[in-house]
């Protein structure tokens, strides 16, 4: 299949998708579906759904980058993964549907404070009872970054965007307290990431 424009492609996605897979996999052994929030190329999407044929895999982002993620997943052609809907965590267009799993990856740094506050303020309208929220990325402990590598990404980040940045766990683990979230683990991922799974109490 031939496409107008290439199709993207994040060296990252590729490099990291196994060992995410790997550790996401026990929360999603037993659910039916997913909301990906923030599926950028739709690298992820596409292995995560191959590897999951049992659960329906939604993706989500602004409008700009739906036309690259479909053209991954027009590629892929799997049954179980859906086109891209409009999704800006600040706005009011989120699904009008539960699910029983969320999963974003290498997006809260990328989005304002303000976008993480309004994540964990809506968040909990998408949810099943007993789903899990799982976010990969970069965290900060204590206020302090974790390696010299991420103070530097953080320094390139806010050149690029002074309201974006790599937030600190603490932080995030409030707003997802006062959505009604239970942190279930904080796993450690290679080159200075996390994946922090919360659930939705039953």
């Not at 659910?31 to 292995?47: C, D, F, M, P, R």
């Not at 900060?140 to 103070?151: G, K, Q």
């Not at 990404?153 to 006062?178: T, Y």
Request: aromatic share 12%.
């Amino acid at each position: 299949m031939k496409f107008a424009t290439p199709k993207p492609f994040s060296q990252s996605s590729e490099e990291n998708k196994t060992v995410i897979f790997e550790s996401i996999h026990p929360y999603l052994a037993n659910k039916s579906s997913v909301l990906e929030i923030a599926s950028g190329t739709g690298q992820h999407a596409v292995y995560f759904s191959s590897q999951l044929p049992h659960l329906t895999w939604q993706t989500s982002d602004l409008i700009e980058s739906h036309s690259g993620i479909c053209q991954w997943l027009d590629e892929a052609d799997l049954p179980n993964i859906h086109r891209p809907v409009e999704l800006n965590v600040s706005e009011s267009q989120w699904p009008d549907c539960k699910y029983d799993a969320v999963f974003s990856a290498n997006s809260f740094h990328i989005m304002s404070q303000q976008n993480v506050v309004d994540f964990f303020a809506n968040i909990a309208d998408v949810l099943q009872e007993g789903a899990h929220v799982l976010i990969y990325g970069p965290f900060n402990y204590n206020n302090a970054f974790t390696s010299e590598s991420n103070a530097n990404f953080d320094v390139w980040l806010k050149h690029r965007n002074p309201q974006s940045g790599i937030k600190d766990f603490e932080w995030c683990h409030q707003l997802a307290m006062d959505a009604g979230l239970i942190l279930e683990n904080d796993i450690e991922m290679p080159v200075n990431n996390r994946i922090l799974v919360w659930s939705k109490s039953e």
